[in-house]
């Protein structure tokens, strides 16, 4: 494509309205710490910026355009309300290192979706500092080795992951110095209770679980699975990244869990997907309280009035410490806390069950359509699989090639090759604030792609045809990532 970057529309002199005084006050500027050189920056007119990335934006795909079926990653629509609210300029304005009587409101706003937090997953405290899933996950492995480090169990080292879940569940584990131990799935998407109880033992620090799985089942025997890690001596760790097929339903909590994170910009309302702030709020039961992230809202009654403040290391001195600067990503949490006001209670539970009912229609309909399901006996929690294994061998379609002709369709693809444990799979997702309408056209399109793959396997090879871009070398794309612009030679 020409022009692509806005350094090939650049020309000489040519300039965009100036919001900066012409003149910046340049002498007060030490000649150490000047430029020497004019910066290499695209000369261009104001018409010419708004085109570029209005056009750009057009040939993203995004909640707002498209449907976006991304399996583990929950990509619903985002109230535009919470968003405007979260946006008050008392809460943007509000400096984080201004006197506690200056933020109440904010505070209030973050107790109180503590507080919703614990009812919503039954855990007895919640920390908001963790600023991803991620690191929430580094802040609940790392209070478990603190429990076990403070009862002097130094040995307590391994931690049970079962084959299907995220990648950075493993990754947290190895980073707080652990050894992951890796647990089988049963063939009808359960964990191999058997397997469990040969791995656990003496070393044993805990086990990290999604339930609903990464392959959009309901662990049945968590009940037992509690008990068997528990008996052990280990601490249950609840993976809680997606929480759309539970809200209101069941609690971690209840299910015998002791630390869970929940990704806020998944569940609860923040625009995600590219790198933008987010929030993995952690939970903690009875015996990791002491261990919890600082710092954390507590609400004290004084002279009738409730005040809240700040608990810090002086409060909790086994504190695993602080994760981000302040508390966390202040706006995503404030979205958070607007969005759980906003649908309440009943609300809650009407997530759960139009998750739950979209994704099991898509199933249902993909399965009579023809498609494989990789667990046709389980029904569908917010989100299943289907596998490509065999159009993949007689019609050497695999599940990339679908992946890339849904796009040719107008539809985001769904999650490809992960959960590794199935082969060709694709996790589908369809959340709860898609239409039928939208569900059927994506089915429709499905069907038009399998039909296609059976006419002409080959040309599902080189889809997307209508894209800007074909086939991208992701890897590459990853591991030497250039994204520095040079002037032509000669130029
Ligand atoms: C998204 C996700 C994570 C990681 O969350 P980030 O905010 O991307 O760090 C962890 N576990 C599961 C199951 C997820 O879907």
Not at 16 to 36: D, G, H, L, M, V
Not at 214 to 224: A, K
Not at 226 to 249: P, Q, S
Request: proline share 6%.
């Amino acid at each position: 494509m020409s022009e692509a970057l806005i350094f090939e529309k650049s020309r000489s002199g040519r300039r965009a309205f100036a919001q900066a005084p012409q003149e910046p006050a340049a002498s007060k500027i030490t000649n150490r710490f000047a430029r020497a050189n004019v910066p290499l920056l695209p000369e261009v007119s104001e018409l010419q910026v708004v085109r570029h990335f209005t056009r750009l934006s057009q040939q993203n795909f995004s909640i707002d355009t498209h449907f976006y079926p991304l399996g583990s990653c929950t990509m619903k629509y985002n109230p535009r309300a919470c968003n405007a609210l979260a946006l008050l300029p008392g809460l943007m304005n509000r400096h984080p290192l201004g006197p506690v009587s200056h933020g109440q409101g904010f505070m209030a706003c973050m107790f109180e979706l503590q507080e919703m937090l614990k009812g919503v997953t039954g855990m007895q405290e919640v920390s908001l500092t963790p600023m991803a899933g991620a690191q929430g996950e580094l802040a609940g492995v790392a209070m478990i080795r603190a429990y076990h480090l403070a009862r002097g169990d130094d040995h307590r080292i391994e931690i049970i992951v079962p084959d299907a879940a995220h990648g950075t569940n493993p990754a947290t584990a190895t980073m707080c110095g652990c050894v992951v131990r890796e647990l089988p799935t049963g063939a009808d998407g359960d964990i191999d209770v058997e397997a469990l109880r040969n791995a656990v033992g003496p070393n044993t620090a805990g086990i990290m679980l999604t339930n609903p799985s990464t392959l959009g089942v309901f662990e049945r025997n968590i009940m037992d699975v509690a008990k068997i890690v528990h008996d052990a001596g280990g601490l249950l760790y609840y993976d809680g990244a997606n929480l759309n097929a539970i809200l209101g339903k069941v609690r971690p909590g209840d299910m015998g869990f002791d630390v869970i994170h929940m990704n806020l910009h998944k569940t609860f309302s923040t625009p995600h997907g590219g790198g933008g702030p987010g929030s993995g709020a952690v939970g903690v039961g009875e015996r990791l309280l002491p261990f919890m992230p600082i710092p954390v809202v507590s609400a004290k009654e004084t002279e009738g009035a409730t005040q809240y403040v700040w608990l810090t290391k002086k409060d909790l001195p086994q504190s695993i410490g602080q994760l981000s600067g302040f508390m966390g990503n202040s706006g995503v949490l404030l979205r958070a806390y607007v969005y759980m006001r906003m649908v309440g209670r009943d609300g809650m539970r009407r997530i759960a069950e139009y998750a739950t009912l979209n994704a099991n229609y898509l199933q249902v309909r993909l399965q009579a359509a023809g498609f494989e399901l990789a667990y046709p006996k389980r029904r569908a929690s917010h989100e299943f699989i289907i596998t490509m294994k065999s159009q993949a061998k007689t019609l050497n379609v695999s599940a990339m090639d679908i992946a890339k002709a849904l796009l040719d369709k107008g539809y985001h693809a769904p999650t490809t090759y992960f959960p590794l444990l199935v082969p060709e799979c694709l996790l589908i997702e369809p959340t709860e604030t898609e239409s039928k309408q939208t569900l059927d056209g994506f089915i429709d399109a499905m069907i038009a792609i399998a039909s296609e793959s059976e006419a002409d396997g080959e040309r599902q090879k080189g889809a997307p045809y209508n894209m800007p871009v074909r086939r991208l070398d992701d890897v590459k794309a990853a591991r030497q990532l250039d994204l520095a612009w040079q002037p032509p030679v000669g130029n």
